[in-house]
């Protein structure tokens, strides 16, 4: 019973930051890639980064610089701390996880389960 929770979207003027949370249940974070995907209107959907079971991180260029993954085991909580958020990062942001079988993540969207996705708006 593999569970993922989205939070922490909302409207922010560029430049803003927000801190999104992917909560899990039913799985240990050691044992599943974890990623972090977005689509916009009109748009496929797309990998911003990525966290492999062994902690490892992967993001897309576009958000080298800008956006970081982190987990908390503690917590079972996958983060992904979103800086200078600029107008073209509005989308609808989900996690995703696939059972972890290589060391490393991949931003495709390959992965199992799927949350229900938040909305990241960033309007001035």
């Known amino acids: 019973q593999l569970q993922l929770v989205e939070s922490g979207g909302g409207l922010v003027q560029p430049g803003g930051s927000l801190r999104l949370s992917c909560a899990a249940s039913g799985f240990a974070l050691r044992d599943y890639d974890i990623g972090w995907f977005r689509q916009a209107p009109g748009k496929e959907r797309e990998g911003v980064s990525c966290?492999?079971?062994?902690?490892?991180?992967n993001s897309a260029d576009s958000v080298k610089g800008r956006f970081t993954i982190s987990r908390d085991s503690a917590k079972n909580t996958v983060y992904l701390q979103t800086n200078n958020l600029k107008p073209e990062d509005t989308a609808v942001y989900y996690c995703?996880?696939?059972?972890?079988?290589?060391?490393?993540?991949?931003?495709?969207?390959?992965?199992?389960?799927w949350g229900q996705g938040t909305q990241v708006t960033v309007s001035s």
């Open positions: 966290i492999s079971g062994l902690g490892v991180t």
């Open positions: 995703a996880a696939s059972r972890a079988l290589f060391g490393l993540c991949v931003l495709r969207g390959a992965y199992t389960y």
